[in-house]
């Protein structure tokens, strides 16, 4: 048997070539994720705004942010965050803790909402079941395994509403993560799993979005 010593360069370098490889097509898989993504809320976009700037942050999230937003927004950013394909050991991690493709849709209005709200799946990163520990906020009522949360005395019709609009964003995507409205910057988030992008629209996603920032709206 060779000394260590006489084959640790080539483990050493195997290693390397490995780690460039699995970086090199995770970042490839990433990017082009991402590029289907934006392909698929490309028909639905303008509903949302006129025009956009589109920008990568990193190989992992790619950011639009819509310079002329539509009523009621006063400001639209649409984020895709992909899992860490490209750090095999991070993505086994992440994966194995529920980690997913995620869009994430961050508005503010040109009114603040009536309401404060957040909903969250058991498995986002943010968990709504945190706010029952502070001032103010309260369960609500919500559809599936969700949990949410109210501050003050949300008004029943427009909780409601949000009921709605969670099982309408659910229809539209791969499931709904975080829903979040709040009177202060950013107004309204939604977080949701793509779907399959060859089986569903964009159109009824966008809708449902835009549906619940009216509703919430003053």
Known sequence: MP???????????????????????????????????????GAALPRLGQRTTLRWLGSSVVELHLDAPAEPFRDVTVMAVMEPRDVPVLWFFTRARGRRDVLIFRTSLRRAPRIELEAADPAAWIRASELAEEEGWQPI??????????RGHPDPATVQAARTAWTRLAAASGGVWRVSVRQTVPHLEVHVRPPDLDAVQSEPLIEAIRGLAVEIGP
Do not use: C, K, Y
């Open 3 to 41: 000394p260590l010593d006489a084959i640790l360069p080539a483990v050493l370098f195997a290693a390397l070539i490995a780690v460039f490889l699995a970086f090199t097509f995770g970042t490839q898989r990433n990017i082009g994720r991402g590029n289907a993504i934006l392909r698929w809320l």
């Open 141 to 150: 009522d919500w559809p599936g395994e969700a949990m949410a949360h109210g």
